[in-house]
């Protein structure tokens, strides 16, 4: 077999199969997980990059990434950590940018039954759970909402998780008796919960920032992935599960 006939076998395969494909690892805001995972797989088939998802609240992600941790992109649940990452030159400058904005909704099982946001936030006989505010900017915005309908008492009987996907998580498994969580985790959701949209006039705006992290500054898989957030897929598939999209 010649080396000339070598060549043009290779040549032929790396029209198929991306010469450069690449691995790159995504920090993820946990309300954000189920999209991220529906993306990232169409994302893969089209370019033969592989990506790896690590979760978590916002603040915790954004901890570790001070810390070092080997994260290529970041999508926060917030704009203030990724900017901060850009000041300090821990994110590519001019890469900050919006990627979705969340929506809060309240949810809630059997022992609520059917009612209003009133009804059931005002209630002090039930286990209600949030996002810790101090790590996760959807517990800042419950946060909000608890005060508008309880005052001053607004933290009592509440249930801390540790990210709006655990909070989730101890509705679900009846550990709670109700939450105030992201609406796209109630949509994606193949359970029986009921669910009420909390008006966004209730809460300030949750602006949902991406950013490229320094490491993968040249990663040309990185920047595939950040353009592809914004692609018709993408934002179709946003607005499906209860997200709203940059203009």
């Known amino acids: 077999m010649t080396r000339a006939f070598l060549i043009l076998l290779f040549w032929l395969f790396a029209q198929t199969n991306p010469a450069f494909a690449d691995r790159i690892t995504v ?24 990506v790896a998802l690590v ?13 070092g941790a080997p994260y290529d992109v ?3 649940a917030d704009r203030a950590r990724p900017e901060r990452l850009a000041e300090t030159g821990r994110a590519v400058a001019g890469s900050v940018k919006p990627y979705a904005y969340g929506r809060l909704a309240l949810v809630h099982g059997a022992k609520t039954a059917p009612a209003t946001l009133d009804q059931i936030l005002s209630r002090t006989d039930l286990r209600i759970a949030i996002a810790d505010p ?28 540790e990210s709006v996907g655990q909070a989730f ?9 109700a939450g105030l969580v992201a609406l ?9 919960l009921w669910v009420l949209e909390v008006p966004e006039d209730l809460h300030d705006p949750i602006e949902q920032d991406a950013a490229l992290l320094t490491r993968a500054g040249n990663n040309a898989a990185a920047r595939g992935f950040l353009d592809f957030l914004g692609a018709d897929f993408s934002r179709d598939l946003l607005i499906a599960q209860g997200y709203g999209v940059p203009e």
């Open 74 to 76: 970041f999508l926060s």
């Open 55 to 67: 979760h978590g609240s916002s603040g915790k992600l954004f901890a570790q990434i001070t810390a």
């Open 134 to 161: 101090a790590i996760a900017p959807y517990g800042v915005a419950a946060r909000e909402v608890l005060r508008e309908f309880r005052g001053p008492t607004w933290a009592q009987d509440l249930v801390y998780g």
């Open 169 to 177: 998580a101890f509705v679900a498994t009846g550990n709670a008796d």
């Open 27 to 50: 920090a993820v805001a946990s309300n954000f997980l189920t999209t991220a995972r529906d993306i990232s797989a169409v994302f893969e088939a089209e370019t033969g990059h592989e």
């Open 184 to 192: 796209a985790q109630a949509k994606t959701y193949q359970g029986d």
